[in-house]
Nanobody, 123 residues
């Protein structure tokens, strides 16, 4: 069964950078579409970035130009590089797999989720 483990969260100052990792427990992870989502306190979970196998990444408008999703299929890891962080980026970040991510309005979340990693941006 596919298991996902996020890491890399922490406390960073506004304008800083973090790189989140999502490690998968199985090989052939490259065959799965993956997504990064976040949930701020008191708010609904929102899509941040998605990546279909062999496809181009897509991003929510709020992070476009600042965040980059990528994957290392040899290591079964998906990354979220976050630059120019803002206080409004503060949230728990989750990765998922098994859905599809054609664009930010045409996607389906997968059935596999990690436990989340906290990102806190201080202003």
């Amino acid at each position: 069964q596919l298991q996902l483990v996020e890491s890399g969260g922490g406390l960073v100052e506004s304008g800083g950078s973090l790189r989140l990792s999502c490690a998968a427990s199985v090989t052939m992870f490259s065959a799965h579409a993956v997504g990064w989502h976040r949930q701020a306190a008191g708010k609904q979970r929102e899509l941040v970035a998605g990546l279909n196998p062999g496809g181009s990444p897509n991003y929510s408008e709020s992070v476009k130009g600042r965040f980059t999703i990528s994957r290392d299929n040899a290591k079964n890891v998906v990354y979220l590089e976050m630059n120019s962080l803002k206080s409004e980026d503060t949230a728990v970040y989750y990765c998922d797999a098994g859905g599809y991510y054609n664009d930010p309005r045409n996607y389906r979340e997968g059935g596999y989720w990690g436990q989340g990693t906290q990102v806190t941006v201080s202003s």
